[in-house]
């Protein structure tokens, strides 16, 4: 496992994503959607730097993928508040294909939000296959898979307080 962001280099990323998150909805609420499982930590640690009034929504996207390889994604909002009339921000970990941003968005747009804009720690160099671009992007990483910072291998290392990138040997 090779180390790409370091500890410090996440709280940094973090916060200049809270500081344009903050500048672009001043004087607004804004209900933050996470995207679980993966961005649990970022979330965690983005809302305490928002300085906006503040609702916290939860959607799962889980796409039984073990490789770099995307398997079917499966999408369920039970968990959601009400996002009618609201402003809105999807956080996710990473920005890999957009697929999964792509559909995300697709079913919050049926709950009729006032706007709806995205945010993502990490973005994967070149691998772009859908028509969307993430509104706010934490770090630009190259085509590696990572965990870490919320990031999982078969559900591990999560908990990891830095990004690395795993080996083929080790995927
Ligand atoms: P996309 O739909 O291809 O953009 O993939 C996004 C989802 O795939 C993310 O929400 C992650 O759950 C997962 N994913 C993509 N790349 C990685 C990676 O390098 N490590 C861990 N999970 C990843
Ligand atoms: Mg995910």
């Known amino acids: 496992m090779r180390i790409l962001l370091k500890p410090e280099q996440l709280c940094e990323g973090?916060?200049?994503l809270a500081r344009e998150i903050n500048c672009h909805y001043f004087g607004r609420s804004l209900t933050v959607v996470g995207?679980?499982?993966?961005?649990i930590v970022l979330l965690a640690d983005l809302i305490r730097q928002l300085e906006m009034p503040l609702r916290v929504g939860l959607v799962q996207a889980s796409s039984y993928r073990h490789t770099s390889e995307a398997g079917e994604l499966k999408i369920s909002t039970d968990l959601l508040t009400d996002l009618?009339?609201?402003?809105?921000?999807l956080i996710d970990d990473i920005f890999d294909t957009g697929h999964t941003l792509l559909r995300l968005t697709q079913e919050l747009r049926q709950q009729s939000p006032?706007?709806?804009?995205?945010?993502?720690?990490l973005r994967k160099h070149g691998r772009k296959s859908a028509a969307i671009e993430p509104d706010h992007v934490g770090f630009e990483i190259p085509n590696e898979f990572v965990v870490g910072y919320g990031l999982d291998h078969r559900d591990l290392f999560r908990n990891l307080p830095y990004v690395a990138a795993l080996?083929?040997?080790e995927l």
Do not use: M, Y
């Open 14 to 16: 973090v916060e200049r």
């Open 35 to 39: 995207v679980l499982t993966g961005s």
């Open 84 to 89: 009618h009339g609201c402003d809105v921000l």
């Open 114 to 121: 006032t706007s709806l804009r995205s945010a993502v720690l």
């Open 167 to 169: 080996d083929a040997s």
